[in-house]
């Protein structure tokens, strides 16, 4: 029997590749359950697989399409560079689990009115819309060939084998082949046939392959169609009043022109030998002028998701409904383009993008990221032998996907480094189909690309990108012709905003500078969808997996973990915040011009599909008026001035303007009153800041505080709880209606209400962003070097210069340090209500001269306070009602909000930091039998309200590892650091860190 498996070819015996298209030809799915046994080498179950005579009653059965990993069989593997295989290409290890399959089936009986000639007498096609990694193919004893390159079609011509009945297909499937080593994607490792499988009747002389070219003149409005096939045939378009045959070029006046805002498709028919083809088309011109990406004439700015396949129990095996659930999902968070990373999809995912509209950079089925770890030695783009397979890969892609309108650039691959196969890709694709242009970031000369294009560059990078003013890359001659040329390219940031755990920050900040340089054409976050995949626990408890749960070496550990959705397709807070940063509407209010100004974001429509509706609150309680803005027409990055509604301010309290673009009438992604965009704005003068926050705010901070998160619990102190005692020490310290520790100068008692606390705070759970990627941006791991994580605390003096004052004097810091902080607590009893006001200043070395001057910031800067458990649900007004941070909180509406403490949690699949809350001005704890604890800032504050400490939160491995302590753990904080996007990104911009000075914040309890 032959191996292919180690042949670096390929494939063997295949169909030319060709467009993938529906048609009212008989089709026989051939998914279904497969007869399936797994071996541990490539030699399977050795050479009598493809004998119809053998006997595989006692076989298990296994669904196709799926993944073996994931149906019970072996394991699934996750990496992110590594191979998990030895560099010796094209082998592989003796190892190699391999799936054979085998299906037994019929043909139909039935076929369709007026088909001409039947199965099997025509001729008949064998298609697997994706096989991973090598599949070798025989049917009823034949073989027919083999085919690598795992996302993409492959065919096989079977006419005059398939029989009426009785037919035998059998496929043996090696997880690792020669095309593993193209397919280092930062993915699973999911071997399997996980795309569907078919029999498709061909008509005799009928078409087999056709392409469109359905182009856009902005100049007069025309459009100008070309259908050109294998076979002759007829082209009509009923709604245009088209009957041409194929291969005739016709120029139609008026049409309207596709594009991911309006996705304008003409449903049209192409006939030929008794099949009717659906044949959808959609007018629109790609093209790079001036040194910019325009689309139908006009320049556009993509504000995109790069977008893995993904199902946490099917894998990359996605049905439609999914496909669905995702595109809906993207349009209604202001998502409008997708980079298929880093693999061509399923075809149907790019079918529903021309019908939803969204922009698709399609991106070749080639990676190569592993031979980082060989110097690049042996990198098989520079590798003559792997010239074919490459080559192969991205005519597969081309033909396959060159129809698509919403198609609108060929991506090279991803990460594989330079070679002169990139050459020979971008020659065949340039001559095959030049109304597309082609990207490809990983060559520094960027010679096959028509874009400059980059990875995770900080702001500052991004900043001189869009002024043309960036360094050239390494290896790259400044002034020379590549630097030159690329200066001149227009910029897509094919990934940015790494959305790994709790975060991106700076996402606004992003979007600021992408919307203000005409160089760029938009940016793709990485990415959409966490890689979780379902698993139990011993206790049967349902959990996401990560690279790190599975016992096998390398793993990428939680590295697939990074998207904007979690597994189960929950939007992360993140999203909202994406959602909000890449609104296509700018809406601002002018308070001294009185206007709104109204800008139209969309590139290519206006704003006529939209209504814009506003509304005020006093404090978060909604006021009298409202009603609708009249925007007057205006087009696509235009802005327009209406005059500001005539708003009664209250004397008393704040008074909010809310102004929302909603969707005037349903689409087929969200109903009609769906929020595309919104404001807000505060009308009045502002509250006047009390002396306590007139200190310098920490970089990035204002009056307002920064941002906040959980508590640290557990943290040892002189005194002991007093929460569920009375006071220790000979009584307590009674100051007005309020009781304090006699040691520790801690309160104990707020009118009946037992507290514990303050203590002062600077620590949060880390982030998957503080942890940053490796030795790089690592500022957990600088935090825990230097104790912050393990504070301790000790009270000086308590001293009382009236009965309704009391001021507590005391240091906290970690043991082996000097560094710390010196508070001050002054309480002062005030018309019933007890005002808190909280002095910090730093002391000893907090750059670390002993340990290679290691100089930290603390994460947080706050107090935390202890309550008891029966307290359930929190009101508050400020930003809400999701999280928010210092970097990430535009998504979060200035208003009053309530939820119970069990919701304010986010479950990230790896417990870290989460439900901060900034710019709070008061909230309000309750709970049954328990007095209502009031806060008030002064003016603002971050709050965090947990039912586990900071330590429990950090130590947790999962979700359901967090469990009630039986306290509230409460944060009121002067703020706490940003998110930014470290696990894979430049550094926190030190506006969003908070510095080590003195601090002072002030607040106000009442219950």
Not at 57 to 78: A, C, F, K, M, Q
Not at 263 to 277: F, N, S, V
Not at 788 to 806: K, M, N, V
Not at 829 to 858: C, Q
Request: glycine share 12%; aromatic share 8%.
């Amino acid at each position: 029997m032959v191996d292919f498996h180690e042949d670096p070819g390929p494939g063997s015996g295949r169909r030319a590749p060709r467009a993938d298209f529906l048609s009212d030809a008989p089709r026989l799915s051939l998914n279904g359950r497969w007869r399936f046994r797994l071996s541990g080498t490539a030699e399977g179950t050795g050479p009598s697989l493809p004998d119809p005579a053998l006997d595989d009653t006692g076989w298990e059965t296994i669904r196709v399409p799926s993944h073996w990993v994931l149906e019970g069989h072996d394991r699934p593997l996750y990496t992110n560079t590594a191979y998990p295989f030895p560099i010796d290409p094209p082998h592989l290890p003796e190892g190699n689990p391999t799936g054979d399959y085998r299906l037994r089936f019929d043909l139909p009986v039935d076929l369709p009115v007026g088909w001409p000639v039947g199965w099997p007498g025509g001729r008949a096609v064998l298609r697997f819309q994706g096989v991973d990694s090598c599949g070798t193919v025989w049917l009823n004893g034949s073989l027919l060939g083999h085919s690598k390159g795992s996302r993409l079609p492959f065919e096989f011509e079977v006419t005059g084998l398939v029989r009426p009945r009785g037919n035998l297909l059998a496929v043996r499937v090696h997880r690792w082949s020669s095309g593993s080593y193209l397919e280092d994607q930062d993915m699973w490792w999911l071997p399997g046939i996980f795309r569907d499988v078919e029999l498709l009747a061909r008509p005799s002389g009928g078409i087999d392959d056709f392409t469109v070219r359905a182009s856009y003149d902005a100049s007069d409005g025309s459009g100008t169609l070309l259908v050109t096939a294998d076979a002759p045939g007829l082209v009509e378009i009923p709604e245009l009043g088209l009957a041409v045959a194929t291969g005739e070029e016709v120029t139609v006046p008026g049409v309207e022109p596709w594009s991911a805002e309006r996705p304008r498709l003409y449903r049209g028919t192409l006939t030929a030998a008794g099949e009717t083809i659906d044949l959808p088309i959609g007018f629109r011109t790609v093209e790079i002028a001036g040194g910019r990406l325009l689309i139908n004439g006009r320049p556009v700015l993509f504000r995109g998701v790069n977008r893995h396949e993904h199902h946490p129990e099917r894998g990359r095996a996605l049905d439609r409904d999914t496909m669905i659930r995702d595109i809906v999902l993207m349009k209604r968070h202001n998502v409008n383009a997708v980079r298929t990373a880093h693999y061509p999809p399923h075809p149907e995912f790019l079918r529903l993008c021309d019908e939803y509209g969204l922009w698709v950079v399609d991106e070749c089925d080639i990676e190569t990221h592993g031979f980082i770890y060989a110097g690049w030695e042996g990198n098989p783009p520079a590798e003559p032998m792997w010239r074919d397979a490459l080559l192969d890969r991205a005519r597969r892609m081309v033909e396959r996907d060159k129809n698509h309108p919403s198609v609108v650039i060929w991506s090279l691959g991803n990460e594989s480094g330079s070679g002169p196969a990139f050459g020979d890709i971008e020659r065949w694709i340039r001559a095959r189909d030049p109304g597309r242009p082609l990207h490809y970031e990983r060559d520094p000369s960027y010679r096959h690309s028509d874009f400059h294009s980059l990875m995770y560059p900080s702001l500052d990078d991004l900043e001189r990108i869009g002024r043309r003013e960036e360094d050239p890359p390494d290896g790259v001659v400044p002034e020379s012709a590549d630097d030159v040329r690329r200066r001149g390219l227009p910029f897509l940031l094919c990934e940015y905003v790494h959305a790994m755990g709790n975060g991106p920050g700076s996402l606004a900040d992003y979007q600021a500078i992408l919307e203000s340089y005409e160089r760029f054409c938009g940016a793709f976050v990485w990415e959409w969808i966490d890689h979780g995949l379902t698993g139990h626990d011993a206790q049967g408890r349902p959990y996401f997996r990560h690279g790190g749960d599975i016992d096998h070496q390398p793993n990428g550990g939680r590295y697939c973990l990074d998207g904007l959705l979690f597994p189960d397709r929950t939007p992360s807070p993140g999203l909202a915040e994406l959602r909000k940063a890449i609104e296509p509407v700018g809406i601002a209010v002018d308070v001294g011009a009185g206007e709104v100004v109204v800008a139209n974001k969309h590139d290519l429509i206006d704003l006529g599909h939209l209504e814009f509706r506003w509304w005020v609150e006093v404090d978060g309680v909604p006021a009298s008026e409202g009603g609708v803005l009249r925007v007057p027409g205006c087009g696509p990055r235009e802005t327009v001035r209406v005059p500001l509604p005539a708003v009664a301010v209250a004397a008393d309290g704040e008074t909010w303007i809310t102004i929302e673009a909603v969707l005037a009438t349903a689409t087929g992604w969200a109903p009609a009153g769906h929020v595309v965009a919104f404001t807000q704005s505060r009308l009045g003068p502002p509250t006047p800041s009390p002396t306590a926050l007139a200190a310098p705010q920490p970089a990035g901070g204002t009056a307002d505080g920064l941002a906040g998160g959980p508590l640290p619990g557990g943290i040892a102190s002189d005194a002991a709880s007093a929460v569920g005692r009375a006071p220790g020490g000979g009584g307590g310290v009674r100051v007005g209606g309020a009781v304090f520790d006699r040691r520790s100068g801690r309160l104990v008692r707020l009118h009946g209400v037992e507290v514990d606390g303050p203590v002062l705070d600077v620590w949060r759970a880390p982030t998957e962003n503080d942890r940053g990627q490796g030795p790089r941006n690592a500022l957990a791991a600088d935090w825990e070097a230097v104790g912050l994580d393990r504070f301790l605390h000790r009270t000086g003096a308590l001293e009382s210069p009236d009965d309704r004052t009391l001021v507590v004097r005391g240091r906290s810091g970690p043991a082996t340090r000097t560094l710390g902080f010196r508070t001050t607590y002054t309480w002062q009893w005030r018309d019933g209500a007890l005002h808190l006001r909280i002095e910090a200043e730093p002391v000893g070395d907090w750059h670390d001269t002993a340990y290679g001057h290691l100089s930290v910031s603390p994460p947080r800067m706050g107090a935390r306070f202890a309550l008891p458990g029966g307290y359930t649900d929190v009101t508050w007004f400020g930003r809400g009602p999701g999280e928010s941070y210092a970097d990430s909180r535009d998504a979060a509406r200035v208003g009053r909000f309530a939820r119970a403490i069990d919701a304010l949690q986010t479950p990230y699949v790896v417990p870290q930091e989460n439900g901060n809350h900034v710019e709070t001005r008061w909230l309000e704890l309750s709970g049954p039998g328990l007095p209502t604890l009031r806060v008030d800032g002064e003016p603002h504050l971050d709050f965090t309200a947990r039912r586990w400490t900071s330590e429990a939160l950090q130590a947790a491995g999962r979700p359901h590892d967090l469990r009630d302590s039986g306290r509230v753990w409460l944060n009121l904080d002067h703020g706490q650091q940003g998110l930014g996007s470290a696990s894979c990104g430049p550094a926190l911009p030190e506006r969003y860190r908070l510095p080590v000075r003195r601090y002072s914040w002030s607040m106000t309890l009442t219950a």
